[in-house]
């Protein structure tokens, strides 16, 4: 019985800690982040993503992906658009992209810029709405 809840206890620390979420900049594209243990609510996954952008005073365009065995490549590779075997980051965007942040000026201001986040859903639908604006106009 000891050893049945030994193995319970060890099975539900084992599954509740994913570990903490870690963005991995990308050494050939700046603008590139890929997440570790990014959590699996929608409503978490994007708390962190801004938590990040806002922590790091982000100002430019910059994509997110899932680290994973096919995104891992681009932290250190080009793309390779062409030849027998290329590899795109596109070619990702339907399983691991999480979300792009894109700036745009302020129509009153163009000095100024506004920041809108946009979460990856799938090919078909593009973008969950609504966008999330990071950083807005004044």
Do not use: W
Request: glycine share 6%.
């Amino acid at each position: 019985m000891k050893k049945i809840l030994v193995c319970i206890l060890g099975f539900i620390m084992v599954s509740c800690n994913k570990g903490k979420t870690e963005f991995v900049q990308s050494q050939v594209y700046k603008n590139l982040y890929l997440v570790k243990n990014m959590p699996d609510n929608l409503i978490s996954r994007q708390k962190v993503i801004q938590e990040f952008i806002i922590g790091n005073s982000l100002n430019n365009d910059t994509e997110f992906y899932k680290y994973s065995g096919d995104t891992k490549y681009f932290l250190d590779h080009e793309e390779d658009p062409g030849g027998f075997s290329s590899e795109e980051l596109q070619n990702y965007r339907e399983n691991d992209g999480i979300a792009s942040l894109f700036f745009m000026k302020c129509k009153k201001d163009s000095m100024k810029k506004e920041g809108i986040l946009r979460y990856y859903q799938d090919e078909y639908t593009g973008f969950y709405a609504p966008d999330t604006i990071i950083f807005e106009c004044r």
